[in-house]
């Protein structure tokens, strides 16, 4: 069974920054992109960044260029995103989610991901 469970989400005040973390269990992780979303109330869930199975490429939403920056740890299991300068309209709740494939370069769409975690609220004042 496959379980992702994120964590580090909270309240920040504009500029503030985060590290949230994903596990992930039952899957192959080291074979899987991974990609973090976020969900505002009222609003799609959308793409916030995505890492490559081995690390070696990653790619973000303009909105969070230079702000963001996604890492994994093969050998943990685990999945970061470091979130700076954070600002209100970066307030969600943060999912991560593992590709429905193996060995791809990026995922970037809901549609492409098979598995979700719980979420965690980031929660930005300003």
């Known amino acids: 069974q496959v379980k992702l469970v994120e964590s580090g989400g909270g309240l920040v005040q504009t500029g503030g920054s985060l590290r949230l973390s994903c596990v992930a269990s039952?899957?192959?992780?080291?074979?899987?992109?991974m990609g973090w979303f976020r969900q505002a109330p009222g609003k799609e869930r959308e793409f916030v960044a995505t890492?490559?199975?081995?690390?070696?490429?990653?790619y973000y939403a303009d909105s969070v260029k230079g702000r963001f920056t996604i890492s994994r740890d093969n050998a943990k299991n685990t999945v970061y995103l470091q979130v700076n300068s954070l600002r209100p309209e970066d307030t969600a709740v943060y999912y991560c989610?593992?590709?429905?494939?193996?060995?791809?370069?990026?995922?970037?769409?809901?549609?492409?991901?098979?598995?979700w975690g719980q979420g965690t609220q980031v929660t930005v004042s300003s």
């Open positions: 989610g593992a590709d429905r494939q193996t060995f791809r370069a990026k995922v970037t769409t809901v549609t492409a991901i098979g598995y």
């Open positions: 039952g899957l192959s992780f080291s074979q899987t992109t």
């Open positions: 890492i490559s199975w081995s690390g070696g490429s990653s």
